[in-house]
C-alpha cells in the first residue's frame, strides 16, 4: 500500500517562531488533507489541498503532487498550536473505493 | 451544520465482554468511515461504506468486529469479545459524495479494555 511519511516526528517551538511540517507519499494520490489534532483527540481539518497552496490565517500548505510531497506552514505559532498534525492521502484503491491514509503525525509542541 | 456525532465518549468494559459504538454522519454525507487510533499512531481504516454498501472491510477484523450502516445514515460499530489489545480510540468520519471528498471526523469513542 501506499506510505506516508511525516517530518519531523517531534518540534517544540518557543511561542512565536515558524515552522515547517513535511509530508511525503510514495504513490500519486487523488487528494489530501492535513488534520490538527488537539490535545482532546478531535482531528480539526486545517487544509484539504490536492495541488497547489492554500492559506488559512497564520497556516498555509503547499502541495506538489508531481513531486510527491506536502508542507504545512506554521508562522507566528501560539501555545494554541500545540498537538499532533497529521497529513492524510486519498487514493484510488481501484474500482473506485478511496482510501485515507494517514501518516504517523508531527507531534507539535509551543512553549510560552 | 452539525458535524459527526459519535457516542459514547468514553466506554471501560472488561474483556471478554461486548461493546458497541455508534456514529452519526454530517447530513448528506454518502461515505462513512471507521479509524482505529492506536495510542501514538495515526489512524487505521478499519471500514469505508458508500451509502449501504461496505466497499472496504479489508483492515477489519472480522472474527470479533462487525459493522452496520442500515439506511446509509447512522452506523455501528460492534466488538465481540473485546481483547485487551483493542483498547484504543475508535473515530468515525464522512464525506460527501463517493469519490475522495474530504473528510471530518467525530471526536471519537476512547476505548479501554481491563
Known amino acids: 500500500g501506499i506510505q506516508v511519511e511525516q517530518s519531523p516526528p517531534d518540534l517544540i517551538l518557543q511561542e512565536g517562531a515558524n515552522s515547517t511540517l513535511r509530508c511525503n507519499f510514495s504513490?500519486?494520490?487523488?487528494?489530501l488533507q492535513w488534520f490538527h489534532q488537539n490535545p482532546w483527540g478531535q482531528l480539526i481539518n486545517l487544509f484539504y489541498?490536492?495541488?497547489g497552496t492554500k492559506q488559512n490565517g497564520r497556516l498555509s500548505a503547499t502541495t506538489v503532487a508531481t513531486e510527491r510531497y506536502s508542507l504545512l506552514y506554521i508562522s507566528s505559532s501560539q501555545t494554541t498550536d500545540s498537538g499532533v498534525y497529521f497529513c492524510a492521502v486519498l487514493l484510488d484503491s481501484g474500482a473506485g473505493s478511496y482510501q485515507l491514509t494517514f501518516g504517523k503525525g508531527t507531534k507539535l509542541s509551543v512553549i510560552p | 451544520e452539525a458535524g459527526v456525532v459519535q457516542s459514547p465518549r468514553y466506554k471501560i468494559i472488561e474483556k471478554k465482554q461486548p461493546v458497541a459504538f455508534w456514529c452519526n454522519p454530517i447530513?448528506?454525507?454518502?461515505?462513512l468511515y471507521w479509524y482505529l487510533q492506536n495510542l501514538g499512531q495515526g489512524p487505521e481504516l478499519l471500514i469505508r461504506?458508500?451509502?449501504?454498501?461496505?466497499?472496504?472491510d479489508s483492515q477489519l477484523p472480522k472474527d470479533r468486529f462487525s459493522a452496520e450502516r442500515l439506511k446509509g445514515v447512522d452506523s455501528t460499530l460492534k466488538i465481540q469479545p473485546a481483547e485487551l489489545g483493542d483498547s484504543a480510540v475508535y473515530l468515525c468520519?464522512?464525506?460527501?459524495?463517493?469519490?475522495?471528498?474530504?473528510?471530518?471526523f467525530g471526536q471519537g469513542t476512547r476505548l479501554t479494555v481491563v
Open positions: 504513490d500519486s494520490v487523488n487528494n
Open positions: 489541498i490536492p495541488s
Open positions: 468520519a464522512s464525506s460527501r459524495g463517493t469519490r475522495g471528498t474530504e473528510a471530518f
Open positions: 461504506y458508500e451509502n449501504e454498501e461496505a466497499v472496504d
Open positions: 447530513s448528506g454525507h454518502n461515505t
